[in-house]
């Protein structure tokens, strides 16, 4: 063990005298490496956010870690409803014993998706994302493509919707 110590002390040594290796790493910008390490991270919080069993609901908007983490996204307690399923919508207050039904009063299904796609009650306001979305998009848009290309529209909606009266 100690042997291997000294020739580890003795390499080190070496590299940060000899010259060659030296200017060699002084030739890599520090930006560069902070890159590389940047990089890494992502793709590593990429590899875990494939393979976690959490945040189901989540992945549909954010399924690209480094795409989400270039996003300026102001926080609402609407937008996270949306975002997670967790909140005050009957699907959520469901699950835990709060609420005796996850459906929404207008008659319609589970409430996660139905909200943002179905629901009568908010069909005005779905009306006006519909008709930014339209001009360039298929409606129904995929959940990633709404928080992505039409983020302002989308965090309108969200932000009309008056969670309390969908009891």
């Known amino acids: 063990m100690i042997l291997g110590n000294e020739l580890a002390d003795t390499l080190a040594k070496d590299a940060a005298t000899n010259l060659d290796i030296a200017e060699c790493y002084n030739r890599v ?3 560069v490496v902070k890159r590389e390490l940047d990089d890494r991270s992502v793709n590593k919080r990429q590899r875990d956010w494939k393979r976690s069993t959490k945040g189901t609901i989540t992945k549909y908007y954010f399924p690209i870690v480094a795409e989400r983490l270039k996003m300026k996204i102001t926080t609402t307690h609407n937008i996270t409803t949306m975002v997670k399923g967790h909140g005050n919508i009957k699907a959520y207050l469901y699950r835990f014993k709060i609420s005796e039904k996850p459906t929404c009063p207008c008659g319609g299904t589970d409430q996660t998706d139905h909200l943002l796609y179905k629901c009568d ?16 998009e298929d409606w129904p848009t995929s959940k ?24």
């Open 29 to 31: 910008p520090r930006r």
């Open 121 to 136: 009650l908010l069909k005005t306001h779905r009306d006006t994302l519909r008709s930014i979305v339209s001009k360039s």
């Open 144 to 167: 990633h493509i709404l928080i992505s290309k039409y983020y302002k529209a989308f965090t309108r909606f969200t932000n009309q919707i008056s969670l309390d009266t969908l009891h």
